[in-house]
């Protein structure tokens, strides 16, 4: 067991502030919501219990047994990290792998873990963004937008109070696209209904069919937002039934997606653009598609693995696209379009750790929040007789 050093115990004595598990939960879906998560992924609370109190934050890359330890040794009981440990189906935990014996220590220590992994990928100014910030480039845009996760409402109101409801759909995110807020588009018309005997309607009497002067209203929002947008249609619509229309979008979100692409400062040459990499990265090992001898200027990267992504970068024409976990035959895809380099996967991911330290301090500027001193890549190098 580790000794509390003065600094540790320094960040424990500011921990003041008296918050559960599922309030940090909160603050953490607000930033990455779950919903733009990829379906084979496994985000959210994995180990613990949401309304247990917080003693402090941990945060990690991946959680190994050290990493329990070390939130033991600092009397941590929650635990953020990027990749999830449980990924797939377990039927035992009789602490024969790394993830039972991880689980069965988080478990008797009572130790909560959430995991934020794709649906922090997915974030716009995510793991990816942060990657072509510390390569440099400028106007980062996503690189590979998701499809179908915006949607639009549609409903009518009486022409006297639909400024009123639009303001308070505006409150909860409806209306936001890119730069811009309070985007709606209004159509004036004449709705007609006729309430039954038990109705209570708002405008007329029941039985008695009536003709109203409506508007149109039409928004777009986030798919993560419905549920409080809908809530908000139903509290502050002035008819007893709301009249409303909801339609997925086949639209690509330039918002929500995997990936950046960037642009360099300065063109480099093919050579000196993977020593910069290097650089960045800390490493001295980059796998490379041949060299296009061509300058290299628009930069595509996706933190991790992102095989998947170079149709993509081929097609915007990006000169390079930087990930990791490319396989033999992945490289063939270069076909003298671009330049592919595999950074290694805990390289190209290695400043999400402090991404998610920052936002947490920002929001908790004095809660015990702490980054894992505990190195978790997995993968060492051997090169020229010399361990790396």
Not at 1 to 22: C, E, P, T, Y
Not at 134 to 141: K, P, Q, R
Not at 273 to 300: C, E, P, Y
Request: charged share 25%; aromatic share 8%; glycine share 6%.
């Amino acid at each position: 067991m580790n000794v509390l050093s003065q600094k540790d115990n320094i960040i424990f004595a500011m921990n003041s502030i008296k918050m559960k598990i599922q309030e940090i939960i909160s603050i953490l879906e607000q930033w990455a919501p779950k919903a733009y998560a990829e379906d084979f992924d496994n985000v959210g609370l994995l180990i613990g219990k949401a309304e247990t109190e917080c003693t402090g934050i941990l945060i990690t890359h991946d959680v190994l047994e050290n990493v329990v330890d070390e939130a033991v040794a600092k009397k941590f009981n929650f635990i953020v990290c990027f990749h999830p440990i449980i990924f797939s189906g377990l039927k035992k935990i009789s602490g024969k792998s790394y993830v039972e014996r991880v689980l069965a220590k988080a478990i008797k220590n009572d130790i909560a873990v959430y995991a934020l992994h794709t649906a922090l990928d997915n974030l716009k100014k995510g793991v990816s963004y942060t990657l072509a910030d510390a390569l440099g480039l400028s106007d980062i845009e996503v690189l590979v937008p998701q499809e179908n996760t915006l949607k639009q409402l549609t409903t009518y109101a009486p022409k006297e109070n639909a400024t009123a409801l639009l303001e308070q759909l505006y409150k909860v995110g409806a209306g936001a696209l890119g730069n811009y807020d309070q985007c709606s588009f209004v159509t004036p018309g004449t709705g007609s209904f006729r309430g039954n005997e038990n109705a209570q309607p708002y405008l007329g009497k029941p039985m008695i069919r009536e003709e109203v002067e409506e508007v149109q209203l039409n928004l777009i929002f986030q798919k993560h937002l419905e549920g409080k947008i809908m809530q908000t249609l139903f509290e502050n619509h002035p008819y007893e039934t709301a009249a409303f229309e909801l339609h997925t979008l086949e639209n690509q979100n330039s918002e929500i997606g995997m990936g950046s692409v960037g642009i360099l400062k300065k063109e480099m040459t093919e050579e000196d653009f993977l020593k910069w990499v290097g650089q960045k990265l800390k490493t001295n090992f980059l796998r490379h598609s041949g060299f296009l001898n061509r300058k290299i200027k628009k930069v595509a990267v996706l933190g991790g693995s992102g095989s998947f992504a170079i149709p993509k970068a081929k097609q915007i024409k990006a000169d390079a696209l930087l990930t990791a976990d490319l396989k033999y035959h992945d490289f063939f895809q270069a076909e003298k379009q671009i330049l592919l380099i595999d950074g290694g996967h805990y390289e190209t991911e290695r400043f999400t750790k402090k991404l998610i330290h920052d936002h947490l301090i920002e929001k908790l500027p004095n809660f015990a929040i702490a980054l894992s001193k505990s190195l978790t890549n997995p993968v060492k190098y051997f090169s020229n007789g010399k361990k790396e």
